[in-house]
């Protein structure tokens, strides 16, 4: 069964400090793996998407890795800002890209 | 349009009422979906539309759920006889298509649907 988990539900950080969440995932095969975030009563907006053969995509603070071997991902956070509060979802796309299975997600709140 | 668009945004209906939720995707997007969030949950795949193909309704969770894409464009979620637990945020995406590319999906910002 295709399945992606992500840790840590949810975390606290304080303004300007740096964080790291995972993905792990188990969907055959793979096609690409996007990053969302999600704020409060919105739907998912994209920050990154990565292919099989990207190791590493940055938009902006955020920063994706991607093992395709040990089907790992994360997402870094630097100098995280009071606007990154929010949802961030990993998601997997099975063959030809279509078929999406989400993650949990992970609930970041950044304190001042 | 510029986006995904739902309507509406918000509705609270009572229990065993039939609810009608639209969906309008990005034009040109053939590819169309629908997810329901529950509080707290992750995102819970319902269905998808792709062309003219058959609709892959898979993640629909009972026969109360349908769901209808006229001409290729806008669709329909229907749910009948609504009970508590179909309260959530019940979100649309649209993305275009083509074998090899990265699919752009576009999420809409959803509809709260609060049963009584």
């Known amino acids: 069964k295709n399945q992606v988990e992500q840790s840590p539900q949810s975390l606290i950080i304080l303004e300007g400090k740096n964080c790291t969440l995972q993905?792990?995932?188990?969907?055959?095969?793979?096609?690409?793996l996007r990053w969302y975030k999600q704020d409060t009563g919105r739907g998912p907006v994209s920050l990154t998407i990565?292919?099989?053969?990207?190791n590493t995509k940055s938009n902006g603070r955020y920063t994706a890795t991607l093992d395709a071997d040990t089907k790992q991902s994360s997402l870094h956070i630097t100098a995280s800002q009071l606007s990154d509060s929010a949802s961030y979802i990993c998601?997997?796309?099975?063959?030809?890209?279509?078929?999406?299975?989400f993650g949990g997600g992970t609930r970041v709140l950044v304190k001042p | 349009g510029a986006g995904v668009s739902q309507s509406p945004s918000n509705k609270v209906t009572e229990k065993g009422k039939d609810v009608e939720l639209r969906c309008d995707p990005i034009?040109?997007?053939?590819?169309l979906y629908w997810y329901r969030q529950s509080l707290g949950q992750g995102l819970e795949f319902l269905i998808y539309?792709?062309?003219?193909?058959?609709?892959?309704k898979s993640g629909l969770p009972s026969d109360r759920f349908s769901a209808e894409r006229t001409g290729g464009s806008v669709s329909t979620l229907t749910i009948q006889r609504t009970q508590q637990e179909d309260s959530a945020v019940y979100l649309c995406?649209?993305?275009?298509?083509?074998?090899?590319?990265?699919?752009?999906?576009?999420f809409g910002s959803g509809t709260r649907l609060t049963v009584v």
């Open positions: 995406a649209s993305s275009s298509s083509g074998t090899g590319r990265i699919y752009g999906y576009t």
């Open positions: 993905c792990n995932y188990t969907v055959s095969p793979f096609s690409n």
């Open positions: 990565m292919t099989f053969s990207e």
């Open positions: 998601v997997v796309s099975g063959a030809a890209g279509n078929k999406l299975t």
């Open positions: 034009s040109g997007h053939t590819a």
């Open positions: 539309f792709q062309g003219n193909s058959a609709p892959d």
